[in-house]
């Protein structure tokens, strides 16, 4: 989420660094931002169809921005999932909307279904709420810190509306949610900061103010996060997750939701003994049904997946269907755990010029690329303004991401957008 990231938003893109003249980019084949925030600044909405990418997975993260990608969605929203395969969408359908509460916000819910909910509509609940949930306990500090900040909301009252603007696009994600141990809520607005704001930035963010010392706790963290997953599998809906320095903690709260839906995973001693036993099924009738139950493809660019993810049509999930690990920071184990072949979900990891490289973790980052199956890579520019700088940092992650695997451009890009449909619409 770009207004609080390091990097300025007026950073051009990594250039290529070699003399040599690059390959033009395929933009007929179609790219597909898997993660941004143009919503964040609405002015630059109006260029979304002018942009070369096919196709924006536009996230919403707190109380500000959830009727504005609903609205935009509504205006520009793709419709069918074919429209994203066509060499030239219409020129008005390009966005596929995500509601999520992002965890740099989390704090403004409390869990009214708790026996004991923390708020109850007084001051004195409010200053208790956050001394909760926020560390250090801000009344220790600055009473006035938390009098200050938004009155808590339930969490029960988001959860319906998150549900009904599913309902009412019906190809939408959940994102942006996630844990995040790194941040920090801004200081509280003075009128020093009010005579500097951004008129043309949708507020909630931090826009430019220094950070307190207060965090959110990861317990309240991971139950906002655990909540709208839990969702996204009742409505069998593809997540987009943000994580940083909690890799250990994001794989424990989302595992957690897949435990007993676990795949069969078999032993080499029984694939051996399947093997052997391979002759004794030759005669089999060949109108037996093949229910794709067989063992995963290998994940190589231009092969077929496997089918054996489950399906949101066999019944509501206690887990998202498909995750998307955004601006992926993780090692290569923590790729490993994720692609275990008992894993029900199907995890996908995007990748970023803004974060994974703009913040000086290219080395990390292009040992995960490497790591991760080429059917599980997407792309991202993580932006908050849509356009042609959007459209920069596509091509140039796209092209980095081509170069770290070995693939030729054009076809990279093929298994980037197969990749995406996969992801969104599985």
Known sequence: MCQHHPSSPGTPPIKNESNAPQEPFPWDVGVFDAHCHPTD??????????MKARALTVMSTRAQDQDLVSDVASRQGIRDSDIAVLSHSPAERHIVPCFGWHPWFSYHFYD???????????????????????????????????EGLPDPQPLSKFLSETKSRLEQHP?????????DKAFRLPQSWTSAYEAQRDGGLTP????????????????????ILEAQLRLAGEMGRAVSVHGVQAHGVLYQTISALWKGYEKEVMSRREKNQIAKGAEDFSDSS???????????????????????TPSPKSGPLAFPPRICLHSFSGPVDVVKQYLHPSVPAAIFFSFSIVINWGTG???????????????RILVESDLHTAGEQMDQYLEEVCRRICEIKGWNLRKGIEQLGRNWREFVFG
């Open 361 to 375: 973790g290219g080395d990390k980052a292009e040992e995960a690329i490497r790591a991760v199956p080429d059917d």
């Open 204 to 223: 909630g963010g931090r826009e430019g103010r220094l950070l307190s010392p207060f965090r959110v706790q990861m317990a309240h963290q991971t139950a």
């Open 112 to 146: 009214d279904t708790s026996s004991d909910p923390s708020y109850d509509g007084s001051l004195s609940s409010k200053i208790s709420h956050y001394d909760k949930v926020l560390a250090p306990t801000p009344s220790s500090k600055d009473v006035s810190f938390s």
């Open 286 to 308: 060949e109108d037996e049904d093949d229910n794709n139950d067989g063992p995963a493809k290998s994940g190589k660019m231009g092969q077929e997946k496997s089918t054996s």
């Open 171 to 179: 190809l939408a994600l959940i994102g942006e949610v996630g844990l």
């Open 41 to 50: 600044t609405m002015a630059s909405i109006a260029g979304v169809p002018d």
